[in-house]
């Protein structure tokens, strides 16, 4: 019961900020597992319904004059459809069946394949950080989700890959990596208040921004960082540049989405090349 008090409380100051937000463009509708959903909430001439997902408040914007409720599916959907909570109704999507492919890397420091336990305890602590910054929701006017490329290169479709490091499994692949070379600097693709940066024992130094309502990005491997914790940026300032920081097989930017704490394909939300 508080948490949804708490949640509808939130969602009220959502809608007085969102009633002075500009239209904007959403992406495409891509309701399928590591996708997102767009939503019909009704015209924007009225204050904008309060949206949520799993008990988590939705980002909400203006797009040819209709309130777009924009939600991340969760990549390990098992369902058929899921339950959006608009006002004091649920709207059902129906989720569209997508495959991902499996990779396969040799990693040459076992320990990040298999960490002893103060790596393992490095980790835990880590992983609360990281949430915590993944799982923000900052009221905030939202114009857009769509992104510019943080950095220029080959674009992967590495996102919900299956992967095995020496030949074990691993939980898939919640990014995109952008093949870049070594100390190419990496720009925010639009504003936001950057939320954690550190050193991190599979991330290497990392970089993550929130850019309100739920919607942040993360950039991993980075060879130093330069911005700090609670810094405004504006798109195209830079951030860091890229390494090999953490686990990984050599240089490369992993590019990580998430809307309402959860891992989006960032093909769906870049603008192309």
């Known amino acids: 019961m508080i948490r949804r008090f708490a949640l509808s409380a939130l ?3 959502v809608a007085s900020v969102l009633m002075s937000a500009p239209t904007c463009a959403a992406p ?3 309701p399928w597992p590591g996708g997102i959903a767009i939503v019909d909430v009704g015209s924007a001439d009225r204050p904008p319904p309060a949206v949520s997902f799993n008990d988590r408040p939705v980002l909400v914007m203006n797009d040819d004059d ?5 939600v991340g599916i969760p990549l390990d959907i098992r369902t ?3 339950s959006i909570r608009v006002g004091d109704s649920d709207v059902a999507v129906d989720i569209v069946e997508h495959s991902y492919r499996e990779q396969r890397l040799t990693v040459k420091n076992q320990s990040y394949v298999t960490p002893d336990q103060e790596q393992l305890e490095r980790i835990g602590r880590e992983r609360k950080i990281i949430d915590a910054a993944l799982n923000t929701f900052r009221v ?3 114009n857009s989700v769509e992104l510019a490329a943080p950095v220029d290169g080959p674009r992967s479709s590495s996102f919900g890959l299956r992967r ?3 030949d074990q499994p691993r939980s898939p692949h919640k990014g995109m990596d952008i093949a870049a070379g070594l100390g190419e600097l990496i720009q925010a693709p639009t504003r936001g208040v950057i939320s954690a940066t ?3 024992f599979f ?3 990392t970089v993550i921004i929130d850019h309100g309502q739920g919607f942040v990005t993360m950039y991993c491997h980075l060879s130093d960082i330069r911005v700090e914790k609670g810094q405004a940026i504006a798109a195209g300032e830079i951030i860091g540049a890229v390494g090999a920081t953490g686990r990984v097989t050599g240089p490369h930017l992993h590019f990580g989405t998430y809307l309402n704490g959860t891992a989006v394909d960032p093909a769906i939300l870049l603008t192309q090349p």
């Open 11 to 13: 969602m009220a100051i």
């Open 28 to 30: 495409q509708h891509s």
């Open 66 to 70: 209709r309130w777009q409720a924009v």
């Open 80 to 82: 058929d459809t899921v």
């Open 140 to 142: 905030a006017t939202t």
């Open 164 to 166: 095995f490091f020496n």
């Open 198 to 200: 550190g050193n991190y």
């Open 203 to 205: 991330n290497g130094n």
